[in-house]
């Protein structure tokens, strides 16, 4: 299989398109944008389906949250309709 890397997407002619899509259909899955050509030209993108839940990494907003002594009491402008 000839990958044609670019600085965002992998692209692909349609025979090794063919060939190995399910390699390319785990490559997508793991959230990678693979363009399918034709003659050299761009003719479609395998993306990831929107709603596929990605893995989430415990922890990986430590110390981007910050949660003040104060958070749990009213706030003094609030009305309610």
């Known amino acids: 299989m000839t990958l044609k ?9 349609v025979h090794d398109a063919k060939t190995n899509l399910s390699r390319l259909l785990k490559r997508v899955m793991a959230g990678e944008e693979i363009v ?14 929107h ?18 002594a104060n958070s749990d009491q009213p706030i003094a402008d609030f009305e309610r309709p």
Do not use: E, Y
């Open 5 to 13: 890397r670019s600085t965002v997407d992998t692209q692909v002619n």
């Open 36 to 49: 399918i050509a034709r003659a050299g030209k761009p003719v479609a993108r395998l993306v990831p389906v």
């Open 51 to 68: 709603g596929i839940r990605v893995r989430r990494v415990p922890g990986s907003a430590a110390g981007q949250v910050v949660i003040h």
